[in-house]
């Protein structure tokens, strides 16, 4: 069984910083790309950034110099530096991976449970 679990998200004023942490574990094969996605209350999940296996780098438009997404591929993690956090970031950020299971070896998109990030005005 395979599991991403985040962490880092709380509660910060505008303009300050944050740092999320999403772990992969289980019965994991490999990992293709691995992302970040965010819901604000009342809103659809959107996709903020991904980051390939050999490190190639996407991000929506809203979080481009802002947020930077990086990855420890011996460790099966990923993060998101935030900073200059604005007031419309404030969502639960789920973290995101294609991974091969050792016992399917079929590639299966997963999620995590998510953490809250409040960025207060």
């Known amino acids: 069984q395979v599991q991403l679990v985040e962490s880092g998200g709380g509660l910060v004023q505008a303009g300050g910083s944050l740092r999320l942490s999403c772990a992969a574990s289980?019965?994991?094969?490999?990992?293709?790309?691995m992302g970040w996605y965010r819901q604000a209350p009342g809103k659809q999940r959107e996709w903020v950034a991904q980051i390939t296996s050999s490190g190639i780098v996407d991000s929506a438009d809203s979080v481009k110099g802002r947020f930077t997404i990086s990855r420890d591929n011996a460790k099966k993690m990923v993060y998101l530096q935030m900073i200059l956090l604005k007031p419309e970031d404030t969502a639960v950020y789920y973290c995101n991976a294609d991974i091969k299971d050792t016992r399917t070896f079929r590639l299966e998109n997963h999620w995590g449970q998510g953490t809250q990030v409040t960025v207060s005005s």
């Open positions: 289980g019965s994991i094969f490999s990992i293709n790309t």
